[in-house]
């Protein structure tokens, strides 16, 4: 599985963004996909990730944020409201087959990175 995110950029605190995951070469269906995030001197976070149709965030993100998929695009997007400077930080979207279980929300459990994409939030 390949997967190119994109979709980061600079934005107001409170304004929006939309990041997007692209696969390639096989179908989502039966792998949980996740979004993570790297901000400078930090580890790897999670932020969401889908499985099944089943969703999962983060506290710091949940209600803010959302996560979503498009089968027949095979693209999966992070939808970022009420963005605020603690978000800035290089994403990343990932995957691993899980089949039907759970998705994971920690990055060890992920096979296949997509290259970040940095979104910066500042006045």
């Known amino acids: 599985v390949q997967l190119q995110a994109s979709g980061g950029g600079v934005v107001q605190p409170g304004g929006s963004l939309r990041l997007s995951c692209a696969a390639s070469?096989?179908?989502?269906?039966?792998?949980?996909v996740g979004w993570f995030r790297q901000a400078p001197g930090k580890d790897r976070e999670g932020v969401s990730c889908v499985s099944d149709g089943s969703i999962r965030y983060v506290d710091s993100v949940k209600g803010r944020f959302t996560m979503s998929s498009d089968n027949a695009k095979n693209t999966v997007y992070l939808q970022m409201n009420s963005l605020k400077p603690e978000d800035t930080a290089v994403y990343y979207c990932?995957?691993?087959?899980?089949?039907?279980?759970?998705?994971?929300?920690?990055?060890?459990?992920?096979?296949?990175w997509g290259q970040g994409t940095l979104v910066t939030v500042s006045s």
């Open positions: 990932a995957a691993y087959w899980a089949g039907r279980t759970e998705c994971a929300k920690v990055p060890r459990f992920y096979d296949y």
């Open positions: 070469g096989a179908p989502l269906d039966y792998y949980a």
